[in-house]
């Protein structure tokens, strides 16, 4: 079965929340609507840190700097694909920022800008109502961020 590798962030900021964003997934079966964190996949000879920092700036327009400390998670997540079924691994780091950082989707890739929905911070609350309609990605999420993280 194929791997996709990926690096993603628990985007934290002040108030304790998580920025997430929402995408439809095309490529899925039943193409799924799902809040999910900002990143995406690892480019040949590109580090976890380096397609983290890329994708952050290509999604939100933000700089950030990753480093191998910031890790909290690793998990390989099954995709059922249209065309194929493969394992996402995915690489996750918590990051903080401000709640009043502003957000630039303008650098997305047009297939990115055609699937993107909307981003917004949740409180712990939101994430479990998220989780409760299955809406959400990775699945348990909210112990991710604030139990293991």
């Known amino acids: 079965m194929r791997v996709r590798e990926s690096s993603r962030a628990f985007i934290i900021n002040e108030k304790d929340e998580v920025l ?44 950030i700097i990753p480093d191998n400390t910031d890790i909290k998670l690793e998990l390989d997540v099954k995709i059922n694909g249209k065309n194929e079924t493969f394992i996402s691994r995915e690489t996750y780091y918590k990051i903080f920022l401000n709640s009043d950082t502003p957000i630039n989707i303008e650098l997305m890739s047009q297939n990115e800008k055609s699937s993107f929905k909307s981003w917004k911070w949740f ?20 112990k991710y961020i604030w139990e293991k993280c």
Not at 123 to 142: D, F, G, M, T, Y
């Open 123 to 142: 409180n712990k609350n939101e994430i479990h109502e998220l989780e409760s309609k299955n809406i959400v990605a990775p699945k348990n999420i909210s």
């Open 20 to 63: 997430l964003q929402q995408f439809i997934f095309r490529e899925v079966i039943d193409e799924k609507i799902l809040w999910v964190t900002p990143g995406g996949g690892i480019e040949i000879g590109e580090s976890s840190e380096e397609a983290l920092k890329r994708e952050i700036y290509e999604e939100l327009g933000i700089v």
